[in-house]
């Protein structure tokens, strides 16, 4: 018996997963932060004036008051520079690590967060802004993908998930912080942006303190120390079997020499539909519509500013305990029954928002008491469903259907999508409320409807498959991917088996 000092302790090993986990605090805190601070009107009186001054005396159109193109630039900037960074982030991540990878993430947060904090003229702000979205690139490359390969086999899919929990947990904190800072005036939006320092500097801590993760270390050729890592995280010494896997699919990935070549056979398709489709779905579910602008949602129904604050840190402690019920249901239940649950409980709770904010402001111009109580009732169930469902099986269906040699660059994709509609969705939400009125919530609705239909016919059940097996447990046996698999061909046309693309 191996002497057991040799080995990590199991709170050392918790705690790693935890640190990695803090690149999703980052991130949700500033999904949270900017509507708050959208939302404050020293911050709008110093970088927004003509919004403000719409907003003061605009009452009469409750769908329009926030439409501004900057204040939404504000927001989205973000997401523009995380699809583009992904891409880098993805090669960082194959070359030197995902422990790198995530160093370089805290190092964009930290400085765009001073930047952010200390903004005096528009420029400082958008410029801020966009370092953290560098950092969110990076770092939601690199965690999602760290936590799945350093999780033990049977709890991989919890242990992924923790990256979307704290995802949740971010944007609480900002909606709390939002909350508070609200009443110091006229700096509370700097104490906003600028608290976001404290999980870009854990995240900086902490990417010293962990270890890379075997699969990576391996497939950069340190096999000795991907061995001595995995036998400490995995709190022994026969590892063999694991060790053995991971040598085998980094020799597969090693023969690949382009993984964007890879990508664009047909053997790599279902992994790469379905890991960019879940990402596109994940957005237009509407959520974002609910997470960025909550507060300005609640306030556009007639909330006064506090009350709808408030609202949202409700919608927060929603969102963070049903990501719960995914950790523990995901593995038990499967991925196809949360998600199609979650696709009748979402597409119920838009469809009456809707015919509720149709019907009322039409008739008043705001809600009444009652009415007000109940959409907010309607948006915590929507979100519940979500977050146990589209949200955190968004990141862990991607980043276990990739194998070795496209992980990365696939899983990049993936980001990518989800950044490209997260901008979308926060760049063009206000003015789509602004000129749809409540039907918008109907074309939330009428997607959730499509995506219900993609997964009962073309998401297969990835519960209990192991990595390596997807293509023949799954893709090799479902109706329809499966005329994808075999078809591989080389540049002069001749088939090749599906694995090798030198
Ligand atoms: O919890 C909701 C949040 O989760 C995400 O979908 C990421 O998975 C964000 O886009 C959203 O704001």
């Known amino acids: 018996m191996a002497d057991d000092k040799q080995f990590y302790s199991k709170p050392f090993i918790v705690l790693c997963w935890l640190i990695a986990a803090v690149g999703g ?26 919004v403000y001054a719409k907003k003061r005396f605009a009452r009469e159109d409750n769908y329009c008051k926030f439409d501004d193109q900057r204040v939404q630039l504000f927001t989205s900037s973000l997401y523009l520079a995380a699809l583009v960074s992904s891409f880098f982030a993805s090669k960082v991540c194959t070359k030197y690590g995902r422990k790198q990878t995530m160093l370089v993430a805290s190092g964009f947060y930290l400085i765009g967060v001073a930047l952010n904090a200390a903004a005096n003229n528009l420029i400082m702000l958008i410029v801020g802004r966009i370092l953290l979205g560098f950092g969110v690139g990076f770092g939601n490359e690199a965690v999602p993908v760290f936590l799945s390969e350093i999780a033990p086999l049977n709890y991989r899919g919890a242990v992924n998930i923790l990256f979307q929990l704290f995802v949740t947990i971010g944007i609480l904190c900002a909606n709390l ?30 990417s010293f303190v962990i270890p890379d993760t075997p699969t990576s270390l391996i497939e950069r050729g340190q096999l000795q120390n991907g061995r001595t890592i995995l036998q400490k995280i995995r709190r022994t010494e026969e590892i063999d079997n694991e060790y053995n896997q991971i040598v085998h699919a980094s020799e597969l990935a090693h023969q690949v020499k382009n993984p964007f070549k890879k990508l664009a056979q047909p053997s790599s398709r279902p992994p790469l539909v379905i890991g960019m489709l879940m990402q596109v779905f994940q957005q237009f579910t509407g959520i974002n519509a609910i997470m960025f602008y909550a507060p300005v949602l609640f306030q556009t129904v007639g909330f006064k ?80 469903s979500f977050a146990w469902s589209w949200g955190p099986l968004g990141w862990l269906i991607p980043s276990e259907t990739f194998p070795l040699e496209t992980r990365t660059t696939g899983f990049a994709f993936a ?32 997607w959730i409807l499509v995506m219900g239909l993609f997964v009962v016919f073309f998401l297969p059940e990835t519960k209990n498959v192991p990595i390596d097996d997807m293509n023949e447990r799954v893709w090799k046996q479902h109706w329809f991917w499966k005329k994808y698999m075999d078809c591989d061909h080389d540049e002069n046309g001749h088939k090749v088996p599906n694995q090798v693309h030198p």
């Open 25 to 50: 605090l980052m991130f949700g805190y500033d999904i949270g932060i900017s509507g708050g601070v959208t939302a404050m009107d020293d911050f709008l009186l110093k970088f927004f004036p003509a």
């Open 177 to 206: 912080v939002n909350f508070f800072v609200s009443e110091f005036h006229p700096w509370g939006w700097r104490l906003a942006l600028g608290l976001a320092g404290v999980p870009a500097f854990m995240l900086f801590l902490g």
């Open 305 to 384: 500013n506090d009350a709808s604050l408030l609202s949202s840190v409700i919608i927060g402690l929603v969102n963070v305990f049903s990501t719960l019920v995914s950790i523990k249901t995901v593995d038990k239940f499967g991925r196809r029954a949360l998600l199609l649950q979650a696709c009748c409980q979402m597409f119920i709770t838009q469809a009456v928002i809707g015919i509720i904010l149709l019907t009322d402001l039409k008739t008043t111009g705001s809600l009444g008491h009652v009415e007000a109580i109940v959409v907010v009732l309607l948006v915590c169930l929507f979100v519940m």
């Open 415 to 446: 980001v990518s999508s989800n950044m490209f509609f997260t901008f979308v969705i926060a760049q063009a939400f206000l003015s789509m409320m602004c000129h749809m009125r409540a039907t918008i919530f109907f074309f939330f609705a009428a």
